[in-house]
């Protein structure tokens, strides 16, 4: 058998390929060779054959073949084999193959070695792939490698034991005595390891820290003299002794200073030197000044050199070297929960940062940016951060809309700018946004109610322009849906009023339904809002055609909404101004306030919506009535409070378009936010009752059981007024016997208006723990037609269910 | 350290070291992850990016990118340090080093390497003990297996003629063989 061929043969051989196929076919011939010559058994040249599978490895062809040629040549006797015997067993073996404990024994012997350079070479191996189970077996070998005299053993036998405590870190009491006087060595390199073996140990069990605490003045003076001493070949790197080990020691430093007092202080002089001293014009330099800020950052420094260490992280910001910028802005970002006055000095040039053409500089400078936020500076802030989102690329885009959303909910200074923002947000970034922004943008939008007309104009002018980005279109589409009255009628006090004809509108929404562009959620969305429609334009045979042709859509959600549209025309046209009257404003809950939103919008799955759902009863009805007031329609208001009085046929002929359509509680429900007391009459089954009607004032009392607690009913009052002058300054009382708690929330408004014309509704939570028989006593004032009037009442005739 | 790759303009890879025990699987996805990341980058843009949880500092020296994985607490000024020295290390063995070197003698660059860190640490701070090891484990290595020593440099040819010297004391025993090894050491 010829002998095989070099190494350097070989990969020379392989780069000469031209081609992947020629590689894999030169690389499989000498495999095989390889392989014969592995089975015999052939000592002299199974060195270079490991060699040679090495390159391949490398270059990514399979070579678990050799791993056990690896352990022989670990047993091998020359210096050699072992090197490369070694170099395999990192490559080639890790901890999931039982071959590796093969090693142990080997490496044991080889601890032992006469020549240090195989110890270095057994402990090099061992630290670097050594499993649990070696490193139990070896422990003892490395701890007492870790007290010889030799340097160069005594620095690998170090790592070896950081490597071993990282393994197993129940061994590390065992390196304990060791650590004894580590720290006198003169060695860099040992004392490097040492250090480094230290921080191990501190970082895993608090009482080494509390151990090791005592070492901060040693280790505050073998800084000192490595900042103060004059030039060392040996370790000088620009101008600075050995900054690798200043760093080192710097990170020991504030693992031992963290939290406690004592050690912080120890340490104040030297950091403030090394801050003050160190050479700034090259990258080691601030290597060690970023280190020495962290540091600073982390323990209990005094206030003077926390401003210091800021104010070096702000010299950073302007360096030249982007590394440099974007160190500091990502520090920057650590510290600016605690020290966030400081930081915000920094702020210009921090959103400076945004316009960097480097891509990581500018996320951290945008993730630093939103920190920075607060009161005060949001109006220039945000208009940064908004032409930021304009030019910035698309991978930024949805984390910034979405940061900007939440900025701007919480320090919008007005409600207007708030609504421009977000407008400008989906005009720009439209097709980033977030999924789940666009029920909390409907959220936000129907709470400023005085915006809605303005909010309604300029999306429907966003509409006209781009119809591509879907979460503006949805949140247009609804919004259309919504106050297209307001639309129409052309009031808006912000802004000029734009002419929009029923029809122009009509055009735009169906045009959404038929776009390809639009999403099938989009398309949800506009059809239900074409419905909406109905009952504030005037062309509802135009609506009506529009519905009915989805009435076949192949979409299913389509299909089935216009299915139920077309119903509600037929069939329950009654129902549909009250179906589809303003929605109250939402309420968001901590807990649900996104899927509640959802599922009250309508635009959610059929999901079956339980009863409990209604958000808190006085504030939507009354908001309803305003806005039905507005609206005018003598019909409309009474709904509300006729619709508790025919409660069986309503609910009847609820139960039966529920059956009819077999959808359990539909998409209809969700409409239902005004006749909520409808709906808990059909689920709590308790009738309402007149408590008091005196004097034209009647007062209605609606129930409801309050989940999650069951004891406590819900009732809401209902005052209305059939004189002809307004009782004004109408204010209600109750009060119930000891063994109920009683809370009463606050009025829709204090005015009763005169000829029935509206209703005030207020909320009282009765806590019945005991299940006994409610009553109550009411206690009315008002004013009537300029006189004051005082009543009292009792209110005794509670329905049964109100209170079993 | 989690991990130290270099790899070519073409992401051919010329070195790998992991300091954490990685499946191959794993391997062969992160240096494909690597070699995209780095290579994507833009001349000249800061030498850190965030992947997952570590930070990757890569500095690219004429052909060849040098790549290095930290975890979070770590310095990433002083990781380019590191990689600066090692290149240092290299560029003082091989003499002006280049990919070639590299290629045709990975072995040593991993011997240099394994003397320079160890565990995902740095081992020793000096160039002149790091140098003075490599010279003195590459005496030890008896020359004729491998054929890696006849591309030794000509400064080393003092090395190569004691190694000669080494060879022919083989057959002298063992006990000569080791003092000798330490006197040629101590000579240095």
Redesign the interface.
């Known amino acids: 058998m010829p002998a095989p061929i070099r190494l350097r043969e070989l990969i020379r051989t392989i780069r000469t390929a031209r081609t992947q196929a020629e590689e894999r076919e030169m690389i499989q011939k000498e495999c095989a060779a390889i392989r014969s010559s592995f089975r015999e058994e052939d000592n002299t040249y199974r060195c270079r054959n490991v060699a040679k599978l090495l390159y391949m490895h490398m270059l990514g062809y399979p070579a678990h073949f050799g791993q056990l040629e690896c352990l022989k040549l670990i047993a091998s006797q020359k210096f050699t084999d072992k090197r490369i015997g070694y170099l395999g067993a990192m490559l080639l073996l890790d901890e999931r193959q039982d071959v590796h404990l093969l090693m142990t024994n080997c490496i044991k012997n080889d601890l032992n070695h006469s020549t240090q350079y195989v110890q270095g070479l057994a402990l090099c191996t061992l630290g670097c792939m050594g499993s649990s189970e070696m490193c139990r077996d070896l422990a003892g070998e490395v701890e007492k490698l870790l007290k010889t005299s030799n340097s160069y053993l005594r620095k690998k036998a170090a790592l070896c034991a950081v490597h071993v405590i990282r393994k197993v870190p129940e061994l590390m009491e065992m390196f304990l005595p060791a650590t004894k006087n580590l720290l006198s060595e003169k060695n860099h390199g040992v004392l490097h390891t040492s250090v480094v073996l230290l921080t191990e140990m501190c970082e895993r069990s608090p009482d080494m820290l509390a151990h090791f605490r005592k070492l901060v003045p040693q280790l505050v003076r073998i800084l000192k003299n490595l900042i103060m001493s004059g030039y060392s070949p040996e370790h000088d790197v620009s101008g600075i002794s050995d900054p690798f080990l200043q760093v080192r020691i710097l990170r020991l430093l504030r693992i031992l200073g963290k939290g406690d007092d004592d050690s912080s202080e120890a340490m104040n002089d030297i950091l403030a030197q090394v801050a003050t001293n160190t050479e700034t014009s090259k990258n080691v330099g601030n290597a060690i000044l970023y280190e020495t800020v962290l540091t600073i950052m982390d323990i209990k420094s005094e206030s003077g050199l926390r401003v210091l260490a800021i104010n070096i992280l702000g010299r950073f910001l302007l360096n030249n070297d982007k590394n440099i910028r974007y160190v500091a802005l990502t520090s920057l970002l650590k510290t600016v929960q605690t020290d966030h006055n400081a930081v915000q000095r920094h702020r210009s040039t921090i959103v400076d940062c945004l316009k960097d053409l480097d891509v990581s500089i500018k996320r951290r400078a945008m993730e630093l940016s939103f920190a920075l936020v607060n009161g005060n500076n949001i109006r220039g802030m945000m208009k940064e951060l908004l032409y930021f989102l304009d030019s910035c690329d698309p991978e930024f885009k949805a984390d910034c809309a979405s940061g900007v959303f939440l900025a701007a909910e919480k320090y919008a200074p007005s409600k207007r700018w708030h609504i421009d923002t977000i407008m400008r947000v989906l005009t720009t970034a439209g097709s980033y946004v977030r999924d789940d922004s666009v029920p909390n943008l409907i959220q936000l939008i129907t709470n400023s109610v005085e915006m809605h007309a303005y909010t309604v104009q300029r999306l429907y002018k966003a509409l006209l322009d781009d119809i591509s980005q879907q979460p503006l279109v949805q949140v247009a589409s609804w919004c259309i849906g919504e106050y297209g009255d307001l639309l129409i009628s052309g009031q808006c006090e912000e802004e000029e009023p734009i002419q929009v004809t029923e029809d122009e509108v009509l055009d735009v929404l169906e045009g959404l339904l038929v776009s390809n562009l639009s999403s099938p959620v989009t398309r949800g969305y506009s059809l239900t809002a074409i419905m909406k429609l109905s009952t504030r334009f005037s062309s509802v045979n135009r609506i009506k055609k529009v519905v009915s042709i989805y009435g076949s859509s192949i979409d299913v959600e389509l299909q089935q909404r216009a299915v139920e549209y077309n119903a509600l025309f037929k069939k329950y046209d009654h129902m549909r101004p009250a179906l589809l009257e303003r929605m109250p404003i939402m309420e968001k809950t901590a807990s649900n306030g996104p899927t509640e939103i959802v599922q009250t919008n309508g635009e959610a799955e059929p999901s079956v919506v339980e009863p409990k759902h209604p958000p808190p009863v006085g504030q939507p009805a009354s908001q309803g009535n305003d806005l039905l007031d507005l609206l005018g329609g003598n019909d409309v208001p009474v709904i509300p409070t006729t619709m508790p009085t025919k409660p069986a046929s309503a609910g009847g002929e609820l139960l039966d378009l529920l059956g009819d359509l077999s959808l359990g509680l539909s998409l209809m429900a969700f409409y239902l936010f005004d006749l909520f007391k409808t709906v808990n009459f059909l689920s709590t089954g308790i009738p309402p009752m007149t408590a008091y009607n005196k004097n034209g004032l009647k007062i209605d009392f609606t129930f409801e059981r309050a989940n999650p607690n069951p004891n406590v009913a819900v009732i809401t009052i209902h005052a209305s007024n059939s004189t002809e002058a307004d009782m004004t300054d109408f204010v209600f009382q109750a009060a119930v016997p000891k063994t109920f708690q009683l809370q009463l929330l606050s009025p829709s408004s204090n005015v009763v208006p005169a000829l029935n014309q509206g209703t005030v509704t207020q909320v009282i939570r009765v806590l019945n723990q005991q299940k006994q028989q409610l009553r109550m006593r009411i206690k009315l004032t008002y004013i009537h037609k300029g006189s004051a009037v005082q009543d009292l009442a009792e209110v005794n005739n509670f329905p049964p269910q109100s209170w079993q | 350290m989690r991990f130290l790759l270099l790899f070519s303009r073409q992401g051919k ?4 070291k992991w ?1 954490t ?3 191959e699987r794993e391997k ?1 996805k992160i240096i494909r992850d690597m070699t995209t990341l780095v290579l994507a980058r ?1 001349p ?7 992947w997952k949880d570590l930070k990757i500092i890569y500095k690219r020296y004429a052909s060849l990118y040098f790549c290095l994985a930290v975890e979070n607490q770590e ?4 990781a ?3 990689i600066h ?1 090692y290149v240092e290390l290299l560029d003082k063995y091989f003499g002006n080093v280049c990919e070639l070197d590299i ?2 003698n ?2 040593k660059a ?2 240099i390497l ?1 003397e320079f860190l ?2 995902g ?9 790091v140098n003075r ?1 490599i010279e ?2 590459d005496m ?3 020359v ?5 020593n ?2 030794m440099d000509l400064n080393h040819t003092r090395s190569i003629v004691i190694s000669h010297v080494v060879f022919i004391c083989l057959f002298a025993g063992v006990g000569i063989l ?1 003092r000798l ?1 330490f006197w040629c050491f101590t000579k240095q």
């Open positions: 890879l010329r070195l790998q300091f025990p990685i499946t062969k833009q000249r843009s800061c030498n850190f990016l965030q310095n990433e000024l002083l380019l340090e590191v020295r290629i045709f990975f072995e991993y011997f394994d160890m565990g640490e740095i081992q020793e701070t000096s160039k002149q003990m090891c003195a484990s030890l290595q008896e004729r297996c491998t054929g890696t006849a591309h080791k090894g």
